[in-house]
């Protein structure tokens, strides 16, 4: 009898863990198809706002949101009077060039050029107003040259991007280059060097005799040694004026003892 109790007993308990193991696979299941109708939901409403009966706020929010993009500046740049049609440095001297089709010539025409072919012809045409023979290539005038064109580039570049440190670097020791050239032709051929700066358009103005860099605790140093020099002053006045009288009395008296012996009145 307590064997059949007992397994009574067994069969209720293994029947309530069943019923409750649905229970909650139904409520799993219910949880799940409600995520998904949320899901459907939010996608829909996201659907809405994107097309043009969108609720202000969305249209706000999406406005706000936008990436501002700047206008670029419209800066001119020293290659634009290159012609597009002029060939490119290595293909000018080719006789068979003029006998090829037009997509092939525009092809090797800097339209169709980077920016480096621009730059070697840009050099060239620079070269050739100061070099002084048709096989100078090292000069003073020639180096000068080159490097007027590539500062010219790197002021451009930094136009656009004004944060490339590297370029504003390279720019600053190619003008000290420049700048020493042109102190050396303007110490030794000046003519030389009026000639350079007139057809390179460039305007030098020469380094001062002694050049220090300016900071903060240069000009505190230096207004405190002036007024330092200025309070020794001060102090000093009074022996500065004793000593001056005493100059003075006794350039009298040399002046009279002077008189006395020629005889004549003073």
Known sequence: MRSAIARQHRLDQDGGAQRRGAVSREAMLALGRGLAGAARGALTALRVGRGAACSPFIQTARCYARPVRRKLKD??????????????????NVPIVNSVDDVV????????????????????????KVRR??????????????????????EEHLQRHPK???????????????????????????????????????????RPAYFRRVTKRWVVKKAFCVKVFQEARKLKAEERLKERRKWQERARAAKEKQAQSEGTPV
Request: net charge positive; with cysteine.
């Open 75 to 92: 800066i001119p740049s020293h290659l634009d009077d290159l012609p597009p049609t002029m060939l490119k440095k290595d293909y000018a």
């Open 105 to 128: 010539k525009r092809l090797l025409s800097l339209e169709m050029a980077s920016q480096r072919e621009k730059m070697k012809i840009k050099i060239q045409q620079l070269v050739e």
């Open 133 to 154: 023979s048709p096989s100078d290539n090292g000069s003073f005038e020639v180096q000068t040259a080159i490097l007027t064109a590539k500062i010219r580039t790197f």
């Open 164 to 206: 490339d440190k590297n370029n504003r670097r390279r720019m600053l020791m190619a003008m000290d280059r420049r700048n020493k050239l042109l102190a050396y032709l303007r110490r030794v051929r000046y003519d030389v060097f009026e000639n350079t700066c007139k057809q390179l358009n460039i305007q030098y103005t020469p």
